[in-house]
């Protein structure tokens, strides 16, 4: 048919067969699902490599149990912003984005406090 256009995910042949069809065979599928594996390890290996490594900058900074730091600190050590393992909101409203045991709040002028909890 013409107007068949749809292809095989993996090697981009074009698929003979059923609608729902959407690998040439189990190769192809096969194939296909390894990759889409290994990417989804990769992407999990690559967020807990940085949750580590944002848990180590936050212990190396804080070794007494509460200190202030600036931003500019945390982004030199490599700090990634973007991941945190959970939030703490206070009854004050105060926003923190912990790393395991180690949390920080931002504060006004770019500094921040990083607290461990108990
Ligand atoms: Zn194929």
């Known amino acids: 048919m013409e107007n068949n256009k749809r292809k095989c995910l993996e090697c981009q042949e074009p698929l003979i067969g059923r609608a729902d ?3 040439c065979d ?3 599928r096969n194939a296909y699902n390894n990759k889409l594996k290994a990417s989804n390890n990769n992407l999990i290996r690559n967020v807990n490599n940085s949750l580590r490594k944002n848990h180590r900058i936050l212990e190396s900074l804080n070794p007494d149990g509460v200190k202030k ?3 500019d600190t945390l982004l030199t050590k ?3 912003f973007k991941y945190h393992t959970h939030t703490y909101k206070t009854k004050e409203n105060a926003l923190y984005h912990f790393c395991y045991d180690y ?6 002028n770019d500094w921040f406090l ?3 909890r108990d």
Do not use: E, S
């Open 26 to 28: 189990d190769h192809c």
């Open 69 to 71: 730091v600036k931003k």
């Open 114 to 116: 990083i607290v461990k």
């Open 103 to 108: 949390g920080i709040l931002a504060l006004d």
């Open 21 to 23: 069809k959407k690998f």
């Open 78 to 80: 490599g700090f990634n």
